[in-house]
């Protein structure tokens, strides 16, 4: 009950930002921080509340659509919890970063961030399969629009781009889904979309590599892993700040959710049996997005790619198969949102700044702007992997899990952290060090709004890099209930 | 003709009276007003007496129309689509006719034949129904009198059209002469044996009825039609027309057991498939919104051919019947408000059918272009729209029934379908830059109030559709 309270408020929330533009500019922003804001209290509030004897936060079960036995069921478990807080958390980022950006239509801009994430909200917690496809499409038309209408030079391409990527895999679960469901009706006479039932079909092992190939194909699309991975870099480049904050920090994990949550256990044998390829993809999306981030030269685009990497992690902790390397991805998805969100922010901000995303026009803002060089450092080194931040964590498990399962592939992987100090640093040094550029003549740093939801991002990463104990609870919990590890 | 028959037929009866009323009324007395509220009035009072039509269950009147649930509910559908036509006709019309009377008196007859149609168990009923609303379709095209282009579309519409009708015609005589029968059972009768007159004559009836329903490759008259026509009457004949197509070549299958012979049924999925793939690439060309939404229509009737093909098995009666319905209703709705929006958008002389005339829409008209938007997505077959769950529908009817190739199609067709249906709200949604198309005109009130009903059940059918979906299980089954 509660949990569909959350999300209607999420889009109520929407129509009232957008009403609100009449009676003020700030209005609309207002409404959207409170709303995220009052969202992130709501999963610290039940977070300390503690889960139930079943390991649920929430949970509720309506009839939806009788005919087909669809229902209205939601669920929040420790990895639910995990990803909702943080979706709620980045809500704030993602306003915050747009803050100055958006002139013409602030109101719509704010419903579609609020109909993004009430969207991302119910992918979160669905446990019926037509539910999850519908939020699934829900966070996509509000996301297609805000790259199509507040995106930059090259909008109308990106956003047709990631809308049919999308929608063409969605389609293609839509269908698994169904075939899955028919499997289910054939053996049992029962129509159901329920998660829990589905979880027990029997499927011919012939048939379940080919339905949890349609899974798959989705959730890698959204990861994105090599090689449904070209919408990114056009999408992220291209969206607005708020845009970038979102599909980054969130978006990916959807699909890195919907591995964890219904690829695998739904298909547990024809998984195993695939799990190779899948370790293979990640290490071959690890080495390909850091090299291909190595090569931009766009601030924005590099930060895209590197997003390639890092989810690359993912999949290979995913796939190895063991608590460690399952850990590892689920913290990673956790330490990534954190870390790239921040790194877009900046780009976004120095975009707004330069009117340029090319680095070769940046150079020496160090000077210009110590806040946000210092700020960018510290995101950066995150990301590059460094003990006793988020990333490191995360990647570290996952590498940990994938060397007890394929110790070649997880060695090879590993060059992926190198590559990403390469990148990493590169970064730094054309944009906020060496000397600085003389068309640049000064540049506003950040103020006490920006520095405060940087800080909040700092602290989080040093919080799961530090004592990961917190997320490796609520994301064991769920580990240990979908019963995928062997 | 008992009291039972008399009560099932009462809907009808009232149509057809009402029509002769409203004649009357518009000879007497030139006047809009009193056309107008007349027309409203004779689609709107038959509905009274559906109720009780329904209560009495399914009745065979003289052998020639069979009302049951399904005609029912076609009755309804086809009224409130025509109430909706004449809503946005009236100001449409406005300028471009100097005596509307006649065009709702039109509009009912058309309704009533397609009506007939669609209750038609015999051919008598089906090739009367099917001329009555041709008939008035043909003047409702060539209304407006300025313009070259409804005359030129009327006048399309009018060759080809009868060429089908009279191929439909041949086919019925071939059928005839097989069966020693008029009924549509009687043909079912002989279904099962090998009899190439019958299968002669049902594949010439195919032809007809494939013509009408403008699947590929008897569509080629579709776009030119659709965008020669007014827009108001482009909608109706997108809708009543197709559906009682539809409706009357669903029940003839069930009745004639058509599926039975093998070949007929690979010639449907042939022409199902080529229609959904042709329409949507065709679609993908088109800069003319009414052309797109011809070729999208194409490639949406090629969509239901699916319950055609599920509903023709013996296993998949119930469940493709169902979907047909429940795709017939949704498509309504979402081709309805397309044509609504296009139809308040118009201004004295031209359609507003150029997509380019669409940029910046939703800053300047954020609530039309939310509806026009919603229908566009609901065409595509996003979430959140009656168009999601009609396809589901589809498509779970298809899966049911192992009818896999045509499922393919469906989600391929879909895939490129997503594309163009996006341009257009790719279009709305450009910022504003000066031009001012559409700006500082009146919309016509009752236009708004109208295609706001029509998006509001799209979004509201997509996001709980149980009510419609129940409602039309204890309908169907004709």
Redesign the interface.
């Known amino acids: 009950m509660v949990l569909f309270v959350v999300i209607l408020a999420l889009l109520a929330a929407g129509v009232v930002a957008w009403a609100s533009e009449r009676l003020s500019k700030d209005a609309p922003r207002l409404v959207s921080i409170l709303a995220f804001g009052a969202g992130l209290v709501w999963s610290a509030v039940l977070w300390l509340d503690g889960a139930d004897a079943g390991g649920l936060y929430a949970a509720m079960d309506w009839p939806w659509i009788t005919r087909f036995g669809i229902h209205l069921a939601l669920e929040m478990d420790g990895l639910s919890l995990l990803m909702v807080a943080l979706t709620m958390f980045l809500g704030i980022v993602a306003v915050v970063s747009s803050w100055d950006e958006i002139e013409v239509g602030q109101g719509f801009f704010q419903f579609n961030i609020l109909w993004v994430m009430a969207g991302v909200v119910g992918v979160f917690t669905a446990m019926d399969l037509l539910l999850f496809f519908f939020f699934w499409e829900v966070m996509l038309i509000p996301m297609y629009l805000l790259i199509a209408i507040w995106g930059h030079e090259e909008k109308a391409y990106a956003s047709m781009k990631f809308f049919l990527f999308t929608q063409i895999s969605g389609l293609l679960m839509l269908f698994a889904i169904l075939a899955l469901v028919y499997v289910h009706h054939g053996a049992t006479g029962e129509i159901t979309f329920s998660y829990k039932a589905l979880l027990d079909a029997e499927i011919e092992p012939r048939i379940a590599i080919w339905l949890m190939l349609g899974f798959f194909v989705a959730f890698a699309t959204k990861l994105p892993s090599v090689p449904v991975h070209t919408w990114l870099p056009d999408a992220h480049t291209q969206a607005p700040t708020a845009g970038s904050v979102i599909l980054a920090g969130i978006l990916l994990k959807t699909g890195a959710y919907g591995i964890i949550r219904f690829a695998v256990p739904l298909f547990p044998e024809a998984s195993a049996d695939f799990a190779l390829w899948a370790m293979l993809l990640g290490t071959v999306s690890i080495l390909y997005g850091g090299a291909m981030a190595f090569s931009q030269s766009d601030f924005k685009r590099l930060v895209a790619y590197s997003s390639i990497a890092h989810m690359g992690f993912v999949l290979l902790g995913v796939y190895a198969f063991n608590e460690l390397g399952m850990q590892g991805a689920i913290v990673t998805m956790v330490a990534h949102g954190f870390s790239t969100a921040a790194l877009f922010m900046m780009a976004g901000a120095i975009q707004q700044r330069l009117h340029t995303r090319e680095m070769a026009q940046m150079g020496g803002l160090w000077k210009h702007a110590p806040r946000m060089g210092t700020m960018t450092l510290f995101f950066v080194i995150a990301s590059v992997g460094m003990p006793g931040l988020g990333n490191f964590v995360g990647e570290f498990l996952a590498l940990l899990g994938a060397f007890q399962e394929n110790w070649v592939m997880a060695v090879v992987a590993t060059l992926g952290i190198v590559v990403a100090a390469v990148y990493g640093l590169y970064l730094m040094q054309r944009s906020f060090q060496g000397t600085p550029n003389p068309d640049v003549a000064s540049m506003r740093d950040f103020g006490l709004r920006e520095m405060s939801v940087m800080a909040a991002m700092m602290a989080g990463l040093v919080w799961v890099g530090v004592y990961p104990q917190h997320v490796l609870e609520l994301s064991n919990a769920t580990i240990q209930t979908l019963g995928i590890l062997p | 003709m008992s009291a039972a028959e008399v009560w099932a037929l009462a809907p009808y009866l009232a149509l057809a009276g009402g029509i002769v009323l409203l004649l009357l009324a518009v000879a007497a007395l030139r006047s809009h007003q009193v056309a107008f509220w007349g027309a409203i009035a004779t689609l709107a009072i038959p509905l009274a007496f559906v109720p009780t039509a329904l209560g009495g269950g399914t009745q065979i009147v003289d052998e020639v129309l069979e009302i049951d649930g399904y005609a029912l509910f076609f009755f309804v559908l086809f009224s409130l689509a025509a109430i909706t036509t004449a809503v946005l006709s009236a100001h449409y019309l406005g300028s471009r006719a100097t005596h509307r009377q006649e065009f709702y008196l039109l509009l009912t007859t058309a309704t009533l034949g397609a009506a007939v149609t669609a209750g038609a168990s015999h051919f008598a009923t089906f090739l009367m129904g099917l001329e009555v609303l041709s008939i008035s379709l043909y003047a409702m095209i060539a209304y407006p009198e300025e313009g070259h282009p409804p005359l030129e579309a009327a006048a399309k519409y009018l060759v080809l059209s009868g060429a089908a009708s009279s191929t439909m015609l041949f086919g019925m005589a071939l059928i005839y002469a097989a069966s020693n029968s008029l009924a549509f059972e009687a043909a079912g009768d002989i279904a099962a044996g090998e009899h190439n007159v019958l299968v002669l004559g049902q594949a010439m009836l195919l032809v007809g009825v494939f013509f009408k329903l403008s699947l590929v490759p008897f569509h080629m008259w579709t776009p030119d039609v659709y965008q020669g026509a007014p827009a108001p009457v482009t909608g109706f004949v997108a809708t009543v027309s197709k559906g009682a197509v539809f409706a009357v070549l669903l029940r003839y299958a069930i009745d004639a057991d058509l599926l039975a012979s093998s070949a007929v049924g690979i010639v449907i999925a042939v022409i199902a498939v080529l229609s959904m793939v042709v329409g949507n690439i065709l679609a993908l060309l088109q800069t003319n919104l009414k052309r797109l939404l011809a070729y999208s229509s194409i490639a949406h009737l090629g969509y239901l051919m699916i319950a055609l093909v599920v509903a023709g098995t013996a296993a998949g009666q119930a469940l493709g019947v169902e979907s047909g319905l429940f795709y017939v209703a949704g498509y309504f709705l979402m081709t309805l408000a397309a044509f609504g929006v296009i139809t308040v958008l118009s201004n004295e002389t031209e359609d507003a059918d150029q997509i380019s005339g669409y940029e910046g829409l ?2 300047r008209r ?1 609530a039309i272009a939310a509806v026009l938007a919603a229908a566009a ?1 609901a065409l595509a077959g ?3 729209t009656v168009g ?2 009609a396809k ?1 529908y589809l ?2 009817a298809g ?2 029934n192992a009818a896999w190739g045509l ?2 199609a469906l ?1 391929v067709g ?2 490129i379908g ?2 163009y249906y ?1 341009r257009i ?2 279009a709305m ?1 450009k ?1 504003p830059d000066g031009d001012r198309t559409h700006e500082g005109r009146r919309v016509p009130w009752e236009g708004l109030l109208t295609i706001g009903i029509l998006g509001l059940l799209v979004v509201a059918l997509g996001l ?3 009510p419609a ?2 409602l039309i ?1 204890g309908l169907a089954g004709p």
Do not use: D, K, N, Q
Request: net charge positive; hydrophobic share 60%; aromatic share 24%.
């Open positions: 939703l800053w954020p997505l996003i979430p959140l999601f769950f589901f498509v779970a899966v049911g499922v393919w989600i879909s895939a997503i594309y996006l709200v790719f949604t910022r709980y559709p149980t979906i129940e299980r």
